[in-house]
T-cell receptor
Framework: KNEVEQSPQNLTAQEGEFITINCSYSVGISALHWLQQHPGGGIVSLFMLSSGKKKHGRLIATINIQEKHSSLHITASHPRDSAVYICAAPSGGTSYGKLTFGQGTILTVHP | DAMVIQNPRYQVTQFGKPVTLSCSQTLNHNVMYWYQQKSSQAPKLLFHYYDKDFNNEADTPDNFQSRRPNTSFCFLDIRSPGLGDAAMYLC??????????????FGNGTRLTVT
């Protein structure tokens, strides 16, 4: 069982819809990363959060450290939001530079 | 804009022919990482530098080497590429080593094809 689990694995939406992607993790961490990767492209760091909620434009990320759960929301989705969204948790221990990645959520937004 | 730049964007090499991928950063970050990402898989950490200290992941093949001549540049050398080394190679930086305290900044990646 992966230490970082995302759901759903695939998500299709119509333009304008509100989107939620969930992430649960079993490792003990104090922060979680949300990343975005467009097809064939590099990775963009969207959020790193350790508590509460962060907002950037139409993207909102929330985290509950005690419940080991985080969500990424996209309001008023747009076709350009189509990408793979990945949550990643620091691996901890002596490997502080390491991230454990979720399997990613493939989001497709249709016009 | 401060950023992480990888060159080239696409690289084709022949089986067994050494190849070097480059990464530069204008963020003045202490830590630089190299990840390998194969199709439909999560990125896999190969190694990282914390300043000049090199840290190799235990399962990184000996075929992969890295150099960091200064803060700004980091190179990935593949001594004898095999077909299984075809992948996207991602460079990333962070201000501090702990990924609990600092986000990662990724480059656009170099897609390596081995013929």
């Amino acid at each position: 069982k992966n230490e970082v689990e995302q759901s759903p694995q695939n998500l299709t939406a119509q333009e304008g819809e509100f989107i939620t992607i969930n992430c649960s993790y079993s490792v003990g961490i104090s922060a979680l990363h949300w990343l975005q990767q467009h097809p064939g492209g590099g990775i963009v760091s969207l959020f790193m959060l350790s508590s509460g909620k962060k907002k950037h434009g139409r993207l909102i990320a929330t985290i509950n450290i005690q419940e080991k759960h985080s969500s990424l929301h996209i309001t008023a989705s747009h076709p350009r939001d189509s990408a793979v969204y990945i949550c990643a948790a620091p691996s901890g221990g002596t490997s502080y530079g390491k991230l454990t990645f979720g399997q990613g959520t493939i989001l497709t937004v249709h016009p | 804009d401060a950023m992480v730049i990888q060159n080239p964007r696409y690289q084709v090499t022949q089986f067994g022919k050494p190849v070097t991928l480059s990464c530069s950063q204008t963020l003045n970050h202490n830590v630089m990482y190299w990840y390998q990402q194969k199709s439909s898989q999560a990125p896999k950490l190969l190694f990282h530098y914390y300043d000049k200290d090199f840290n190799n992941e235990a399962d990184t093949p000996d075929n992969f080497q890295s150099r960091r001549p200064n803060t700004s540049f980091c190179f990935l050398d593949i001594r004898s590429p095999g077909l299984g080394d075809a992948a996207m190679y991602l460079c990333a930086t962070s201000r501090v080593l702990s990924t609990q305290d600092s986000p990662l900044h990724f480059g656009n990646g170099t897609r390596l094809t081995v013929t």
